[in-house]
């Protein structure tokens, strides 16, 4: 194999999907991404793709098709294929790495080789997240049938957040619960964090080890992180990603009693409980729609349920990054955006930041309107003491690095 062709793969797994990304190693260089949606419904089953304008002979091209998989196994058949005629018909002998995006490794702090051990820390951790963990598996199942003696590894999103502290992870519950279940904070979104607050050590010309900062990463799922040279200290999700900031489906944080409460009052199952929290709270439970665009222009209109949506957002950011800058004993070099929302949304950036100038935080809305759509940028005026940052998140990038680091 020459130099050139080496490639790394990186697989992230949903329930009914499958999204992939190639780097190109000499030199390292983002390649074709894409993603195999709605896998098992055979009339709605899509493979999208694109590459970017700079990869040899595609010239940005982009790609829809219906294929049916019946499973993951299948759907990772079909993206060899496509791969194959459009890339390189010699690609799975050219991946000599595969990185998994994991969404839960229980303890695991760091990105791992997969083999026994591995595999059975995720179907360990998967009582806990049950709709991630299990087709994290099927991906991996999937993957190693294709590159069979490649090695592959697990990039977990709760990974990242392993450095908290006792005080930080733990519940006010009887200690056994604990020590028998594993029930404790882990938080997610890790592998965004990790990036972001390399990233920002960077722009702030700063050694990461010297460097403080608070990352928002805002989506319709969001959470914030503290992390305090280059390690976390906290974070807003906690055993599973319903804890800390209102989403898009997700209630966030309330009084417990709230879910006893409603169960005893309508009557529902452990199940169904867990589908109200999750899937129909957070922003659609209060305004009708997921979508925070929507929601501010509903607000716009003068929809009071809109209204109250959209200052519960804002409202539950600004109360993290105050007990965040707390958890950093007031030493906060740069407040980070980004996902879907923070990078996109300079409306929401502004709302969050402009009651916040006497905590140090001073937002330019010239510089904040004009960083969006991708662009990475500092929003804060001069002579603000903390940093604004605006940072596109990259994970997938992340969890290639991740790999070449666990594969050499």
Known sequence: MSAMARKLLVLNAGSSSLKFKIFGLN???????????????????????????????????????????????????????????????????????????????????????????TIDKIRQAAVLAPLHNPPGLQGIDAAQRVFSGVPQVAVFDTAFHQTMPPHAYMYGLPYDLYEKHQIRRYGFHGTSHKYLAEQAAEMLGKPLSETNVITCHLGNGSSIAAVQGGRCIDTSMGMTPLEGLLMGTRSGDMDPAVVLHVQKQLGLSVQETDTLLNKKSGLLGLTGSNDLRTVIEGAHKGEPRSALGLAMFVYRVQKYIGSYTAALQGKVDAVVFSAGIGENSSLIRGLILQPMQAMGLIVDAAANDATVGGRQGDISTPTSPVRLLVIPTDEELSIAQQTLQVTG
């Open 27 to 117: 030199p390292f260089a983002a390649g074709m991404g894409g993603m195999f949606d709605r896998i098992g419904d055979a009339a709605n089953c899509t493979l999208k793709a694109s590459a970017p304008a700079e990869a040899p002979g595609s010239k940005g091209r982009k790609w829809e098709l219906k294929i049916p998989a019946k499973d993951h196994v299948g759907a990772m058949e079909s993206i060899m294929d496509f791969i194959k005629e459009n890339v390189s018909s010699a690609f799975s002998r050219e991946v000599v790495a595969v990185g998994h995006r994991i969404v839960h490794g229980l303890d695991l702090s760091q990105p791992a080789l997969l083999n026994e051990k």
